[in-house]
């Protein structure tokens, strides 16, 4: 078996530096134009600068071109695509078509990886795409152990699953804030609608918060649990998953260095030392996640091990 990736997403600059440290494989980073949901807004200059420090490290560095493109944002692509070229990042994900047009006009030539969001849930999609040049899928979170399973056993590109961090549950590509809940004659309270990373719609009959992030790509509400699956990954390393992935939005600065840190060592106990040292230590590095964990949010191991209700 091939040691999984341990992909994480950077705040900034000297965020990266720390996670290096802490153990981490590989880096999504990019602009809130081009890509979705991202931990940090990072201009092209610190693109450069990130990806220099990445690689002087031996480490990988992927930047976000997965959001929904509009025809005015298409010429600005193309010249975004052209700067990460020139800089040599090592891979681009997408989700819109557009962007393997626009690599393909320009002999853009850096691997592309897969990654849609909801709608990567079998393994022909993956292949599909993989035809059409990507090299990896990045799954949908909505899928079950078994579905990720099945989807590894049958894709010819590398397969990324999330572990750790929130998962979106809606977005919108206006500003809509409090308006999501309207429909359903709910009237939600937002609090600290002015602090981007302070906001939240209060679900009084469920006690649930759920976080709220806007940016430039519209409105994106997330689940009140964060995944957490440290204790569970025996069967996603025994299936050879490629990548293992933790979502960092709206996460502090520490805790996301710290919870790096512990999937770090998760990973190498079990490569390193084999499975009974990581059945050894998985308990007791849940337990360091939970003592850290905001009260707000609560850990659960997503749909892993539920299934999808639409």
């Known amino acids: 078996m091939t040691k999984p990736e341990l992909l994480v997403t950077p705040q900034s600059v000297e965020h990266v530096k720390a996670l290096i440290e802490a153990g981490a494989d590989a880096f999504v980073i990019g602009e809130q134009q081009f890509g979705l949901r991202l931990a ?19 480490k990988k560095v992927y930047v976000a071109v997965n959001a929904i493109f509009h025809n005015d944002r ?13 800089i040599g990042v090592d891979a681009l994900l997408f989700g819109d078509p557009a962007v393997v047009v626009a690599v393909r006009e ?14 990567a849930t079998n393994w022909f999609q993956a292949n599909y795409w993989g035809e059409r040049g990507a090299t990896r899928a990045v799954l949908a979170r ?42 359903r004659d709910e009237v939600m309270e937002v609090e600290n609608r002015k602090q981007n990373r302070n906001m939240f719609l209060h679900d009084k009959e469920r006690k649930n918060k759920y976080p709220i992030y806007e940016d430039v790509n519209g409105t994106h509400i997330f689940s009140p649990n964060d995944i957490c699956i440290i204790d569970e990954l025996g069967e996603l390393f025994e ?8 979502d960092a939005v709206l996460q502090d600065f520490d805790y996301t260095v710290k919870v790096t840190n ?7 106990a079990y490569f390193d030392e084999g499975e009974d040292a990581y059945e050894d230590i998985k308990d007791d590095l849940l337990a360091q996640i939970e003592a850290i964990q905001p009260a707000l949010r609560p850990l659960d191991t997503g749909f892993i091990f539920k299934e999808t209700v639409y």
């Open 142 to 183: 909505e899928l079950s152990l078994d579905e990720v399973i099945e989807c590894k056993e049958n894709a010819k590109v590398e397969i990324e699953v999330q572990v750790h961090g929130m998962t979106c549950m809606f977005q919108s590509k206006r500003s809509l804030l409090g308006n999501y809940f309207l429909f």
């Open 40 to 58: 940090g807004d990072f201009t092209v200059d610190e693109v450069r600068e990130a990806t220099a420090l990445i690689h002087a490290a031996g």
């Open 106 to 119: 320009l002999g853009i030539t850096i691997p592309l990886h897969w990654s849609p969001e909801t709608i």
């Open 239 to 246: 299936a050879g998953i490629d990548s293992l992935k933790f």
């Open 74 to 86: 298409l010429d600005a692509l193309d010249v975004y695509l052209q700067h990460m070229q020139q």
């Open 262 to 268: 512990l999937y770090r060592q998760a990973i190498d």
